[in-house]
T-cell receptor, first 112, second 114 residues
Framework: QKEVEQNSGPLSVPEGAIASLNCTYSDRGSQSFFWYRQYSGKSPELIMSIYSNGDKEDGRFTAQLNKASQYVSLLIRDSQPSDSATYLC????????????FGRGTSLIVHP | EPEVTQTPSHQVTQMGQEVILRCVPI?????FYWYRQILGQKVEFLVSFYNNEISEKSEIFDDQFSVERPDGSNFTLKIRSTKLEDSAMYFC????????????FGSGTRLTVV
């Protein structure tokens, strides 16, 4: 079974701290990795995509990919209460398909 | 910013009835998708559509479901003979390419089957 695993949380961090969200995947052939943010009752919103090993930074967000260890992470610097949401990891090329498989998501709570 | 539009935002239907969920993808996108999310569960792929035909579908997308692009802008999901367990958020998404640089999701239709 091809899977994308995330700790459901909640992950609680104080405002201004770094939030670290992790995701592991089962298919070594996976090629594209995405982080989406989903507020309660809303649709997923793409935050970051990463395709190569290493770090990719966009504003307060940094995605980290390690294909050898089959994990991808998302760091949120200077966390704000507005970052409180569920963060979904999505991975494609699982089983040879370009269709992303989503993890269950990690709930992040940033408290003032 | 271009967006994917879905209607209606909320649909309540009686068990056994047929529903049609509508989507207007981003105009220059060529690949269209339907996903669903049962309350508290993960986002699940239903079907992808390209060049006026289904390109991939999941186990969930059985004979109860169908998709259509009736004109140049709309993309619809039809669910026949709805069941209680079809209650979920249904998201339409589109992308420029098959590999995707990530999808743009619509705001979703909350389907409640009673």
């Amino acid at each position: 079974q091809k899977e994308v695993e995330q700790n459901s949380g909640p992950l609680s961090v104080p405002e201004g701290a770094i939030a670290s969200l992790n995701c592991t995947y089962s298919d070594r052939g996976s090629q594209s990795f995405f982080w989406y943010r989903q507020y309660s009752g809303k649709s997923p919103e793409l935050i970051m995509s990463i395709y190569s090993n290493g770090d990719k930074e966009d504003g307060r967000f940094t995605a980290q990919l390690n294909k050898a260890s089959q994990y991808v992470s998302l760091l949120i610097r200077d966390s704000q209460p507005s970052d409180s949401a569920t963060y979904l990891c999505a991975v494609n090329m699982i089983g040879g398909s370009y269709i992303p498989t989503f993890g269950r998501g990690t709930s992040l709570i940033v408290h003032p | 910013e271009p967006e994917v539009t879905q209607t209606p935002s909320h649909q309540v239907t009686q068990m056994g009835q047929e529903v049609i969920l509508r989507c207007v993808p981003i105009s220059n996108h060529l690949y269209f998708y339907w996903y669903r999310q049962i309350l508290g569960q993960k986002v699940e792929f239903l079907v992808s559509f390209y060049n006026n035909e289904i390109s991939e579908k999941s186990e969930i997308f059985d004979d109860q479901f169908s998709v259509e692009r009736p004109d140049g802008s709309n993309f619809t999901l039809k669910i026949r003979s709805t069941k209680l367990e079809d209650s979920a958020m249904y998201f339409c998404a589109s992308s420029e390419s098959a590999r995707g640089n990530g999808y743009t999701f619509g705001s979703g239709t909350r389907l409640t089957v009673v």
